[in-house]
């Protein structure tokens, strides 16, 4: 009864490297939600998926950022050319029912990227 | 766009007192809030989901209230215990929404 699984639960870049963090929802769920936090701050949406789209990317910055939630296989965010503020703990969440119907939604442990 | 504050940013009590967490948000139209327990490090663990037609949701030793017409939630230990000791968060989604807005958090240390 696996919740939602999140890896690496840590990772280090250098500056200008590529950080991929991987979700696999609650079995069953195909709505996936990432969220950033940074040091201090409270979580940030950053965008929400369902399997083979993108629903809402609002909260996700226009550059370096992109994120895929394919028909096989976890969801994948991907930070290329990391930067330093970059540095934060990756959190995704995931949910039975589609927003804005979401119910509850189940977090993971999150991946918490540190950029060198 | 919703804003969730939490207020106060840290909290401590001795072991066995009561306590109340508050929650505020500016948009009343919510869908439902959720009230979420983070350890340091850790990921979240959902505690109690209020929906908008509800007032208030009740776990073991938590409750949790919802105003909608106030704009506050609160979350309601009872018999605090030290394992209590976390961050507390507060999250709305508005109706139409798409993702949960969160508040900052109290941080609640039970002293044994």
């Known amino acids: 009864n696996a919740g939602v699984m999140q890896n690496p639960r840590h990772l280090v870049r250098r500056r200008g490297q590529e950080a991929r963090l991987r979700c696999s929802p609650v079995k069953g769920h195909s709505h996936v939600y990432w969220y950033r936090q940074l040091p201090e701050e409270g979580l940030k949406f950053m965008v929400y998926l369902q399997k083979e789209n993108i629903i809402d990317e609002s909260g996700m910055p226009k550059e370096r950022f992109s994120a895929e939630f394919p028909k096989e296989g976890p969801s994948i965010l991907r930070i290329q050319q990391v930067v330093r503020g970059d540095s934060a703990a990756y959190f995704c969440?995931?949910?039975?029912?589609?927003?804005?119907?979401?119910?509850?939604?189940?977090f993971g442990e999150g991946s918490r990227l540190t950029v060198l | 766009k919703q804003e969730v504050t939490q207020i106060p940013a840290a909290l401590s009590v001795p072991e066995g007192e009561n306590l109340v967490l508050n929650c505020s948000f500016t948009d009343s139209a919510i869908y439902n809030l959720q009230w979420f327990r983070q350890d340091p490090g850790k990921g979240l663990t959902s505690l109690l989901l209020?929906?908008?037609?509800?007032r208030e949701q009740t776990s073991g030793r938590l409750n949790a209230s919802l105003d909608k017409s106030s704009g506050r939630s609160t979350l309601y230990i009872a018999a605090s215990q030290p394992g209590d000791s976390a961050t507390y968060l507060c999250?709305?989604?508005?109706?139409?929404?798409?993702?949960?807005?969160f508040g900052t958090g109290t941080r609640l240390t039970v002293i044994p």
């Open positions: 209020i929906q908008s037609s509800q």
């Open positions: 999250a709305a989604i508005s109706t139409g929404a798409n993702n949960l807005f």
């Open positions: 969440a995931s949910s039975l029912m589609a927003a804005p119907n979401t119910g509850e939604l189940f």
